[in-house]
């Protein structure tokens, strides 16, 4: 069992950044796949970046592609989002997820953090 806990979010201005962290404890991060979703208001959850388990390979959604940078630092257990020139269409609830793959579902999730950028 892996228990996931983001924190970082809060709120931002349009055009600043954010860093999200996701501190895992049960096992350690590197036996999984790690990506970052979001669900805005009134929408449906869509996955923004993932990560293989040891950083090699990356995923982003267009919609972040070129400002949020995804990260992992397996010796501290912690998944990371960078995210830069924040748009107010990053408000959202964002949540780590832990799965075997980037292919494959993800098995864990976190409660999640808001993130709400003003204009």
């Known amino acids: 069992q892996v228990e996931l806990v983001e924190s970082g979010g809060g709120l931002g201005q349009a055009g600043g950044s954010l860093r999200l962290s996701c501190v895992a404890s049960g096992r350690a991060i590197s036996d999984y796949a790690m990506a970052w979703f979001r669900q805005a208001p009134g929408k449906e959850r869509e996955v923004i970046a993932a990560?293989?388990?040891?950083?090699?390979?990356?995923y982003y959604a267009g919609s972040v592609e070129g400002r949020f940078t995804i990260s992992r630092d397996n010796a501290k257990n912690t998944l990371y989002l960078q995210m830069n020139a924040l748009k107010p269409e990053d408000t959202a609830v964002y949540h780590c997820a832990a799965g075997p793959s980037m292919s494959h579902g993800m098995d864990y999730w976190g409660k999640g953090t808001l993130v709400t950028v003003s204009s």
């Open positions: 990560i293989s388990w040891n950083g090699a390979n990356t």
